[in-house]
């Protein structure tokens, strides 16, 4: 009796370790989480709400990730694929959240013009290969760490350089005509 | 922005750029948090037991039924098939001899048995035909001649001769044999 009453309480002293190490692992990912869904869906709602849903599943098999160093490139590519099936599913969504950082036009007719670059730089990203989608979005993502990135796509560091490589070289033959 | 226009790259690096200083919004932590609380801590300890017990379960109920499954098989009366068909040849034709195929398989224990409408033997239509009867026709016993009424048969005194009349005699039929 008093060894199922300790298994209970080791298992319930458990939980709580693994609820505080979550915990940690939520704050200092949350961010990632959120930009890499907003690198594919561009919405500020539907990131988060991909970003959420993507911690929910990770908290679900949180138990089952042996290798506790790699919960941020689990976590990436769970957020990568929710964010997929997402865009996917929305992909004829016409009002989409427009980028942030595109600085204020002076005019209408300049507003127009940016919006109409930024559309297209998207939708070049958005054709590309998914190895290669990914590489970049996490590039810029993690400011050009090309060691970070490689970490995070659980790939060497020159398989993830390359990939870098490949893509904005794809996107240069892309947006050639933009000149 | 005129050197932005330039170099496509510059502008998509600058495009790209604004992944890296996009923000969550300042509730969305709380927002997960309340949502993970919502759905219930993943009980490790729970969730293997019922696993568990679920699967032990399971392999009880197919052990007892095979069990039961191999017991019923094994009292079951062996099934009889018929390998020899007879039939009244109407047409006398060269004897072809049906092999009657039985296959069986071990794990499902089914007999099969191919269809044939040859006869395997012929026999003489005489004989083909009193099995016939005797399987069909009730079989009829000879009648019995009813009994005759027999006269009483009157049986006469014995005449038996006296204990002392056989004395007197016996010893001289002793002399005579002497």
Same mark, same amino acid.
């Not at chain 2, 398989?105 to 005797?134: G, Y």
């Given at each position: 009796?008093?060894?199922?009453?300790?298994?209970?309480?080791?298992?319930?002293?458990?939980?709580?370790?693994?609820?505080?190490?979550?915990?940690?692992?939520?704050?200092?990912?949350?961010?990632?989480?959120?930009?890499?869904?907003?690198?594919?869906?561009?919405?500020?709602?539907?990131?988060?709400?991909?970003?959420?849903?993507?911690?929910?599943?990770?908290?679900?098999?949180?138990?089952?990730?042996?290798?506790?160093?790699?919960?941020?490139?689990?976590?990436?590519?769970?957020?990568?694929?929710?964010?997929?099936?997402?865009?996917?599913?929305?992909?004829?969504?016409?009002?989409?959240?427009?980028?942030?950082?595109?600085?204020?036009?002076?005019?209408?007719?300049?507003?127009?013009?940016?919006?109409?670059?930024?559309?297209?730089?998207?939708?070049?990203?958005?054709?590309?290969?998914?190895?290669?989608?990914?590489?970049?979005?996490?590039?810029?993502?993690?400011?050009?760490?090309?060691?970070?990135?490689?970490?995070?796509?659980?790939?060497?560091?020159?398989?993830?350089?390359?990939?870098?490589?490949?893509?904005?070289?794809?996107?240069?033959?892309?947006?050639?005509?933009?000149? | 922005?005129?050197?932005?226009?330039?170099?496509?790259?510059?502008?998509?690096?600058?495009?790209?750029?604004?992944?890296?200083?996009?923000?969550?919004?300042?509730?969305?932590?709380?927002?997960?948090?309340?949502?993970?609380?919502?759905?219930?801590?993943?009980?490790?300890?729970?969730?293997?037991?019922a696993a568990g017990s679920a699967v032990a379960a399971v392999i009880l109920v197919f052990a007892v039924f095979r069990m039961t499954d191999h017991d019923s098989l094994g009292k079951a009366p062996p099934k009889i098939h018929a390998d020899v068909t007879l039939r009244a040849p =109407?047409?006398?034709?060269?004897?072809?001899?049906?092999? =009657?195929?039985?296959?069986?398989?071990?794990?499902?224990?089914?007999?099969?048995?191919?269809? =044939?409408?040859?006869?395997?033997?012929?026999?003489?239509?005489?004989?083909?035909?009193?099995?016939?009867?005797?399987?069909?026709?009730?079989?009829?016993?000879?009648?019995?001649?009813?009994?005759?009424?027999?006269?009483?048969?009157?049986?006469?005194?014995?005449?038996?001769?006296?204990?002392?009349?056989?004395?007197?005699?016996?010893?001289?039929?002793?002399?005579?044999?002497?």
């Open positions: 009796m008093n060894d199922w009453a300790g298994s209970l309480e080791s298992l319930v002293t458990l939980d709580a370790g693994l609820d505080a190490e979550f915990e940690a692992r939520l704050r200092e990912s949350s961010t990632l989480a959120f930009r890499v869904a907003y690198g594919v869906l561009r919405h500020h709602h539907d990131a988060e709400d991909v970003a959420q849903e993507a911690f929910v599943r990770a908290h679900r098999s949180f138990r089952q990730l042996r290798d506790r160093d790699k919960f941020r490139a689990w976590l990436v590519r769970m957020t990568w694929r929710l964010a997929i099936d997402r865009w996917r599913s929305d992909r004829r969504r016409t009002a989409r959240e427009e980028s942030v950082a595109v600085p204020a036009p002076r005019s209408l007719e300049q507003d127009a013009v940016a919006r109409d670059r930024s559309a297209h730089l998207w939708k070049a990203i958005d054709e590309l290969p998914e190895k290669l989608r990914m590489a970049i979005v996490l590039a810029a993502i993690q400011e050009h760490d090309l060691r970070d990135v490689a970490r995070l796509l659980g790939v060497p560091e020159g398989t993830a350089k390359s990939r870098v490589f490949l893509a904005r070289k794809a996107l240069a033959e892309k947006l050639q005509w933009l000149k | 922005m005129a050197e932005m226009n330039d170099d496509p790259l510059n502008s998509l690096d600058h495009e790209l750029s604004v992944l890296a200083a996009v923000q969550p919004s300042p509730e969305f932590g709380a927002r997960v948090r309340s949502r993970i609380q919502a759905e219930g801590p993943p009980r490790f300890a729970w969730r293997w037991l =109407s047409v006398v034709e060269p004897p072809r001899v049906r092999v =009657s195929q039985t296959v069986r398989r071990p794990s499902a224990r089914i007999v099969r048995q191919t269809k =044939s409408s040859e006869p395997e033997l012929l026999i003489d239509p005489s004989l083909a035909a009193a099995v016939r009867r005797l399987a069909t026709e009730r079989p009829t016993l000879p009648e019995v001649p009813p009994e005759r009424s027999l006269d009483p048969v009157f049986v006469g005194p014995l005449n038996v001769p006296e204990v002392s009349e056989i004395g007197s005699v016996r010893p001289q039929a002793d002399q005579g044999r002497r």
